[in-house]
């Protein structure tokens, strides 16, 4: 068994050497192949990502009245955490309101001399209540239009982003089945180039195979080189794109830190990511490469 | 050492390839079977190596009835059958040594055993110094003499060769023959598939003639009659 794959693996070997062109193309097109759609992946996520941070960046306040009292606050609160929809609450205190009021025009002497005359602190605490989606906004504001609350609430800041973050949602529905589309398209043309240039390699060796067999080579004689030959060509293929795609990651990066305040780059994606993506790229590259290689074969080994 | 019996081949209703051949061939017996193109000699061969199987009738070698052979028999029938083909068949992308040993190798033939043999065979078909060489780099009779080498490496029984000569001018067909010869000399049984007349009429062993697909004459010290 140990003789009979390690002459299996020479043979491999020996044929990748002496069809130096043939290898060397079809390494190329699965590389290609890989930055495609490694590229794709690319889009898919930074899109994610400024999806993401637009919808971080949604909240909505409610305004209290000045003579609200901490108990209702909390009971608001309390009621509202209630919700699977809602990820975080921050409450402000009246002090806290006044004292940021303060802090924001603190420039302007006229305001805080408004602000004097009033006497007292006349704002209200106030909720900054985070949904999971934007779209869950409309069901808090629905829970809370009952007499109850609504004596309570003086305003509620979302009002006018109604509108905005409709628009990010249909955004972020067309690319998301957008993304699916092309993941889906690419997955096809994908499959119709590896069938189709593992195809071709045989084909060329067509003569060989039907010798092979004349002289008493068994299917696993036959077989085995081309198992081992997509085997290596997977792996320098995916080394080869991944060696690539960081490469371009690098010159990427310092251009996706400007757009993503947050600190997000795509190395730091990929590199946390690195087993599923590439394992998952190897993967599906070398059952492609193996299926196409032994329904292009099969023809052959009837000989 | 080869027998057939009612042996019948049809690709479709047109096309007949043989039609009830009965034949034995003993072990040690040099036969050529000769008939102009088309009368199912390479039929025949190919019947032999179980790259064809009859449509009717049974097919014995060495008293193996192959008629209904599995494909996975089939590289072990191969491996006890040497096979000379026209064309030569040799692996472009190996060298003449290579050629040869890979017979040997798919049948897990030991290396050390490999190393010993394969220079043994080529010395025996006068490549010795040129097993370094690819096909390509080989003249015809060359090249059909490295066919040779290959088909000997497994100490075959039974050597078949198909139109051996036929890419071959005269001077390298002589040579080949002589070969073939020898190495009926030493017991192997040779089965010659040709329509070259003068190397029939020179050999002066058994003949028999195909035409049509059916055995029209079988001649134990024959000439070539078409």
Known sequence: MFVSLWRVTKFAFQDLGRNLGLSFMTVFILVLMLLSVNMLWSVDVLTSQAVGMVKEQINVSLYFKAEAIEKDVQEVNKYLGSFPEVVKIDTQTREDVLKSFQDRHRANAEVLQALDELGGNPFGPTLVVKTREPQDYKKIFTALAVPEYENLIEAKSFDGQEVGVEKIQNITNRVERLGFGLALLFGIISFLIIFNTIRVAIYTQRMEIGIKRLVGASSWFIRGPYLVESIFFTALSVAISAGLIYFSLRLLDPYLLIVFPNGFTLTNYYNSHILLLFGAQTAVVLLLTVISSSLAMRRQLKI | ?226
């Open chain 2, 1 to 226: 050492m080869i027998k057939l019996e009612g042996v019948t081949k049809i690709y479709s209703q047109t096309s007949v390839g043989l039609r009830d051949i009965n034949l034995e061939i003993g072990a040690g017996e040099f036969v050529s079977i000769v008939g102009q193109s088309g009368t199912g000699k390479t039929t025949l061969v190919k019947i032999l190596i179980a790259e064809e199987r009859p449509t009717r009738g049974r097919v014995n070698i060495g008293g193996w009835d192959i008629t209904g052979i599995s494909s996975d028999d089939i590289p072990y029938l191969r491996r006890q059958i040497g096979v000379i083909f026209q064309d030569f068949k040799l692996l472009p992308k190996k060298t003449v040594y290579e050629n040869v040993s890979f017979a040997m190798e798919v049948a897990g033939e030991p290396g050390g055993r490999i190393d010993k043999v394969v220079p043994q065979v080529l010395g025996v078909v006068g490549l010795g110094d040129k097993a370094g060489r690819y096909p390509r780099q080989l003249s015809g009779g060359e090249q059909q003499r490295v066919a040779i080498a290959r088909s000997l490496v497994h100490r075959p029984k039974i050597i078949i060769a198909d139109e051996p000569t036929g890419n071959l001018d005269a001077l390298n067909s002589v040579e080949i023959i002589e070969i073939l010869r020898k190495i009926n000399e030493f017991g192997t049984t040779v089965l010659l598939a040709t329509h070259n007349r003068e190397i029939v009429n020179n050999l002066r062993r058994r003949v028999i003639t195909l035409r049509g697909g059916e055995i029209v004459a079988d001649d134990r010290e024959g000439k070539y009659r078409l």
